[in-house]
């Protein structure tokens, strides 16, 4: 009885962990980070080069499933910079030259102000939800937690600048703890790993996440979560070009 409780037991729980639905754990990972509705967050990023290290502070709003901004708070040279998703356009508003820019599609995959961090990272441009098919393939330990390994695959007419996205979800907390970005002739591009757990307004998450590209491994991008709110009021006009020059 014994040896068939053991052979029960090795056949259901392969079946039991790949019975997961891996778009649930994508979409929950999501909305734990960026809120079910809406987000305000206030970070930091070092960019990280053999001969220099820069920072630049920045705040962020955002819709879960929509529209995003994001303003420049330091340092002095850069400050006022405003990046603006509405709908499916993007836009770059620069104080110093009184320039309002709309971004083509074809700068997502570019770093953003110059950091390993993309315009799509910062304009929260693609969904891991509704932009990719979902497929769990394993469970992996990352930073001493067990992880679910899930593959995204960009459905065919989705405007994503990645051939591949694989992640690795805490199980128990449902962060992100990982993330590869593969171009479309499935080659490494970038690693995000994330790190130093914390609780904000009741949730925990991983406050820092490293992002190192694949091709240039002495650099790196540092981004610290300072403060981050969830599902906050955000007015119907908030998203306007008008408002990318004054937000604050």
């Not at 995003?68 to 990046?83: N, V």
């Not at 820019?101 to 304009?123: E, Y």
Request: glycine share 6%.
């Amino acid at each position: 009885m014994k040896r068939y409780l053991f052979v029960f037991i090795g056949i259901m729980l392969p079946v039991a962990m790949f019975g997961q639905d891996a778009k649930e754990i994508v979409r929950k990972a999501e909305n734990l980070l960026k809120g079910e509705k809406t987000s305000y967050s206030e970070m930091v990023m070092q960019i990280v080069r053999p001969k220099y290290t820069r920072t630049v502070e920045f705040k962020s709003w955002g819709e879960t499933d929509g529209n995003s901004m994001t303003l420049i708070t330091a340092p002095a040279k850069e400050k006022g910079q405003s990046f603006m998703k509405l709908g499916n356009n993007m836009w770059s508003w620069n104080p110093a030259i009184q320039r309002l820019i709309k971004m083509p599609p074809s700068m997502m995959s570019q770093g953003w102000m110059g950091s390993d961090f993309s315009n799509d990272d910062a304009m929260r441009e693609s969904s891991l939800v509704k932009d990719f098919t979902h497929k769990l393939i394993g469970n992996e330990s990352v930073g001493g937690l067990q992880c679910y390994k899930i593959e995204l695959t960009p459905l065919a007419d989705a405007d994503v600048v990645w051939g591949k996205i694989m992640i690795w979800i805490a199980e128990k907390e449902s962060f992100e703890m990982k993330t590869e970005f593969y171009d479309e002739d499935g080659e490494l591009v970038k690693t995000h790993i994330s790190s130093d757990v914390k609780e904000f307004e009741g949730r925990r998450l991983p406050s820092v996440m490293t992002i190192t590209p694949a091709d240039k491994p002495d650099n790196k991008t540092v981004v610290t979560i300072k403060n981050i709110k969830f599902n906050i009021a955000i007015d119907d006009n908030f998203f306007t070009q008008q408002n990318m020059k004054k937000v604050n």
